[in-house]
């Protein structure tokens, strides 16, 4: 089983939809969270952190269920400038605190 | 503005030829960076924790002898890619972790990457 698995997609949907995606890790002792963003050719980009009781920020929404070790990201309202390559990344602590990213979720938003 | 540099942002050469790119924090100092490396449509991967007055640590898999590193100052790590072959052309990106951690918070900040292709 990989250490973080997503769903590749791709995602296309109109401009204005919501759409969610998933994300599994393996590692039960993992203690961090986070969605990243990746345009096309460019570097990640922290995009928000996930904590246990769920965060929001503006049009997104991500959830944690350690007892499930699933992490969702909901995107509401989606816009143009939402496509790209969302990557759920997960740090299992340790005394490197390695990062490891799953293969990313493709989005498309058309107009 | 920008966090971390990296340094060429493309390279193109020869089989055989050895490759430098260089990492730089711009905003504060590091102790710490990483180095990873991304093929078309694959997880960034991480190869190597570059530890600054000490030896890099290498994930498993990757040959420390033809990925060397040095932790060159509190702002520079450099990776040179040695005798580099069509297989090492990929996506490099290095990153600092969040100011005043070690990574232990999990956010770090990534260079814009240095795209790398071996003829």
């Known amino acids: 089983r990989k250490e973080v698995e997503q769903d590749p997609g791709p995602f296309n949907v109109p401009e204005g939809a919501t759409v969610a995606f998933n994300c599994t890790y393996s590692?039960?002792?993992?203690?961090?969270f986070f969605w990243y963003r990746q345009d096309c050719r460019k570097e990640p980009k922290l995009l928000m952190s996930?904590?246990?009781s769920g965060n929001e920020d503006g049009r997104f929404t991500a959830q944690l269920n350690r007892a499930s070790q699933y992490i969702s990201l909901l995107i509401r309202d989606s816009k143009l400038s939402d496509s790209a390559t969302y990557l759920c990344?997960?740090?299992?602590?340790?005394?490197?605190?390695?990062?490891?990213f799953g293969k990313g979720t493709l989005l498309t938003v058309n107009p | 503005g920008a966090v971390v540099s990296q340094h060429p942002s493309r390279v193109i050469c020869k089989s055989g030829t050895s490759v430098k790119i260089e990492c730089r924090s711009l905003?504060?100092?590091?102790?710490?960076m990483f180095w990873y490396r991304q093929f078309p449509k694959q997880s960034l991967m991480l190869m190597a924790t570059?530890?600054?007055?000490?030896?890099?640590?290498?994930e498993q898999g990757v040959e420390k002898d033809k990925f060397l590193i040095n932790h060159a100052s509190l702002t520079l790590s450099t990776l040179t890619v040695t005798s580099a072959h069509p297989e090492d052309s990929s996506f490099y990106i290095c990153?600092?972790?969040?100011?005043?951690?070690?990574?232990?918070?999990?956010?770090?900040?990534f260079g814009p990457g240095t795209r790398l292709l071996v003829l």
């Open positions: 990153s600092v972790p969040s100011r005043g951690t070690s990574g232990g918070s999990g956010t770090q900040y």
């Open positions: 590692n039960s002792a993992s203690q961090s």
């Open positions: 996930v904590y246990s």
């Open positions: 990344v997960v740090n299992s602590g340790g005394s490197n605190y390695k990062l490891t």
């Open positions: 905003d504060f100092q590091a102790t710490t």
């Open positions: 570059s530890n600054e007055g000490s030896k890099a640590t290498y």
